[in-house]
């Protein structure tokens, strides 16, 4: 005889009864998704900032405020008695640009190196290669990397900084020379250019470590030593906290709204599971006459529950991940926006959705089971 | 086999008590085909319910094979029920999404050789992969049947098994309950003495008392 399921194994009620279990199955996975990819898409806010100003990790940069004499002194200030091995110190000249953010336009920072400078630069953000040519010392030409043309939809011969352009303002049209082939952002032009162009000769200077994993113990350590100064620092952690900071409010309201999401839903689901429940009243009965526990039923009702929640959330994730690819692919990647489609953050918040549904339909089964009379079945007087 | 011993059922209606059964002595042996008469809201079938365990009587013992049922919990009474018993109630009550050979192996899944002759005998063989909307209502009261003869009970409880029944398939059913239940016990409720012709004693009852046995 071949192998035979039991006939009230839970698969076997699922699978024949297909029109009331892929319906609730559907719904359960709308709410996951929906909720995943809210948190996805909101988190990739702030991962889209984060990774605009990556490239800051690599270094610590200081620049003076009010007096621009003051940038030797703050450099042997944080090059003295360092906690860790400093390989390199450059002075740089900048300007600024802006580059498109999912909220909007956000300043990024243009630096001119001198030549070595500029190829030790490179190396240290892990460049590859460069398409076009390097700029020209004096002369108004940059280059960008991969992530930024693609951000702002250029390529060589364009010109990105302008004089009559407020945002990206410069004193004569730089010309965009090259592309660095690197996933990192980043704005590079030559020192002499902006030396000989800006009228307050401001001096920033980049620190970087020998290794690249003391960079943030060095950074630490420079924060609390200018503390109170007249120097601004930019450090990778200072932007990943602020930008953290920045949506404290945002991911407060997201977590109000998802709790009351998840609450309406559940209470749905667990009046929907109470209708099919009720609908099964007969076959409960007549099981229940013929010799199984109300405990065989409530467990095998419950396993019914949960195979349909697990699956829904399951399918659930799935959904939100193919959705987040086809937005990633579509929307974020050609603009350079960064977005996680397996974002952990956004998959735990998603948590919630089976376990209140679980919660719910176990209280429902409990109590239809409870206090249930398989005779009301069996004398018609429930039909 | 099965004994009641001053059994009575009450029930309230408000203040007033209702006998549904009043002081029951009844002793059912081994193999014994026993008719239950009465007409409608006599008792019957709440004195069946309370032979097999699926009623608590409010007063006296219901006893099986000497052994108390008020001392079994649900638990072990449904483990009874499962094994010891079979049941055939006024509807034919099966589940619609299981074929007729699934339905009958609800009661249990190791038997599908016993539930294959059964429905050969049944004259259902043909039918087996049917699910019950595709059978007429003499053939679902047949499955019923094969369902309640499939482990082979030591009792079979049928409440007015052929309510539902024109009388040709419902001679059909009792017959088939009768010739199939082997040394099995058969306690049948019914308003149609007709149906219990073949039986070997026959209780009268009315106002929830045995009038006649």
């Known amino acids: 005889m071949p192998r035979f399921a039991h006939p009230l194994s839970p698969t076997i009620f699922l699978r024949r009864n297909a029109g009331k279990t892929v319906p609730l199955i559907a719904v359960i996975s709308l709410a996951v998704m929906l909720v995943q990819s809210i948190i996805a898409l909101i988190n990739s806010i702030p991962l889209s900032i984060q990774t605009i100003y990556r490239y800051t990790d690599r270094f610590l940069g200081v620049s003076p405020r009010l007096d621009p004499t003051l940038t030797p002194v703050f450099v042997k200030e944080l090059t003295t008695k360092p906690p860790v091995e400093i390989e390199r110190v450059i002075l740089c000249r900048g300007s600024g640009a802006q580059v498109k953010s999912i909220v909007g336009k956000w300043p990024f920072a243009v630096m001119g190196f001198e030549k070595d400078d500029l190829e030790y630069y490179l190396k240290r953000q892990g460049y590859t290669g460069i398409t076009g040519r390097r700029p020209v010392d004096g002369e108004p030409e940059m280059m960008v990397s991969t992530a930024v043309a693609k951000n702002l939809n250029v390529k060589i011969g364009d010109v990105i900084l302008k004089p009559d352009d407020s945002d990206n303002f410069s004193r004569h049209p730089v010309k965009l020379v090259g592309i660095i082939q690197c996933d990192r952002w980043l704005m590079v032009s030559n020192k002499k250019y902006f030396a000989d162009t800006q009228p307050i000769p401001i001096d920033f200077a980049l620190i970087f470590t020998k290794k690249l994993a003391d960079q943030p113990i060095y950074d630490k350590w420079a924060l609390g030593k200018m503390k109170g100064k007249f120097a601004q620092l930019f450090a990778y952690s200072e932007i990943e906290k602020e930008s953290k900071k920045m949506f404290e409010v945002l991911y407060k309201i997201i977590d109000a709204v998802i709790g009351i999401l998840v609450l309406v839903i559940s209470i749905m689901m667990g009046m929907l599971m109470n209708i099919y429940q009720t609908q099964r009243l007969v076959e409960f009965g007549l099981l229940q006459a013929i010799g199984h526990t109300k405990k065989q039923l409530f467990k095998r009702v419950l396993t019914e529950s949960v195979i349909v929640i697990v699956g829904g959330w399951f399918c659930g994730l799935v959904a939100a991940r193919g959705l987040l690819m086809l937005l990633k692919s579509n929307l974020m990647d050609p603009q350079g926006f960064a977005l996680d489609v397996g974002d952990p953050m956004a998959m735990s918040y998603t948590a919630p959705v089976p376990v209140a549904i679980l919660l719910i339909a176990f209280g429902t089964i409990w109590l239809r089971f409870r206090k249930f009379d398989p005779v009301a079945v069996v004398e018609r007087r429930i039909v | ?213």
């Open chain 2, 1 to 213: 086999m099965v004994e009641a011993v001053d059994v009575s059922l009450i029930y309230h209606d408000h203040d007033r008590e209702v006998f549904a059964c009043r002081d029951i002595n009844l002793e059912i042996g081994k193999g014994e085909f026993v008719g239950i008469l009465g007409p409608s809201g006599s008792g019957k079938s709440s004195l069946l319910y309370l032979l097999s365990g699926l009623k608590n009587p409010t007063r006296g013992d219901i006893r099986f094979n000497g052994v108390s049922m008020s001392s079994l919990n649900d638990t072990e009474r449904a483990q009874m029920r499962l094994q010891k018993f079979g049941f055939v109630f006024q509807q034919p009550y099966l589940l619609g999404y299981l074929t007729a050979f699934e339905n009958i192996l609800t009661v249990n899944q190791n038997l599908q050789e016993r539930a294959k002759s059964l429905l050969e005998d049944l004259g259902l063989s043909e039918k087996m992969n049917r699910y019950p909307h595709e059978l007429s209502g003499g053939e679902r009261q047949r499955v019923c049947v094969a369902r309640a003869l499939v482990n082979s009970p030591e009792v079979i409880f049928a409440d007015e098994p052929t309510a539902a029944l024109d009388h040709i398939n419902g001679e059909l059913v009792v017959d088939m309950l009768n010739r199939h239940r082997n040394d099995g016990s058969l306690v049948m409720v019914t308003h149609d003495p007709a149906m219990i012709k073949d039986s070997n004693r026959i209780l009268v009852i009315s106002d929830g008392t045995i009038t006649r046995n």
